[in-house]
Nanobody, 131 residues
Framework: VQLQASGGGLVQTGGSLRLSCAAS?????????????MGWFRQVPGKEREFVAA????????SYADSVKGRFTISRDNARKTVYLEMSSLIPEDTATYYC????????????????????WGQGTQVTVSS
């Protein structure tokens, strides 16, 4: 099982980035991925990993942290087994290592937001927003 996050980098305040998280290895065939809720978290040194956004098994179900609502958009492509995080109007406070995560036990209408709801984690991608 592997969740490969990518797309991080250095951007100026007000800029945009798109993070991707691709799932591979069992159990993530396309069918199983479509039945998996996905999420993004972020962490800065010395602080706890915090929830950013999540998408349920259906893209009708999304949830965002208040700090990113209106600026970030989560989406998924089941055929590519990939989840995306479009980030715009970035501010220095968004600087962090971003981690994607998978909840393979989610029911259709549930949007996981707690760390303990996710059973697979990616390795993280660094986002740095300069002022």
């Amino acid at each position: 099982v592997q969740l490969q996050a990518s797309g991080g980098g250095l951007v100026q305040t007000g800029g945009s980035l798109r993070l991707s998280c691709a799932a591979s290895g069992p159990p993530f065939n396309s069918y199983m991925f479509s039945r998996t809720a996905m999420g993004w978290f972020r962490q800065v040194p010395g602080k706890e990993r915090e929830f950013v956004a999540a998408i349920g098994r259906s893209d009708r179900y999304t949830s965002y942290a208040d700090s990113v609502k209106g600026r970030f958009t989560i989406s998924r492509d089941n055929a590519r087994k990939t989840v995306y995080l479009e980030m715009s109007s970035l501010i220095p406070e968004d600087t962090a290592t971003y981690y994607c995560a998978a909840d393979t036990g989610a029911i259709l209408s549930h949007i996981p937001t707690r760390r303990d709801e996710f059973d697979y984690w990616g390795q993280g991608t660094q986002v740095t927003v300069s002022s």
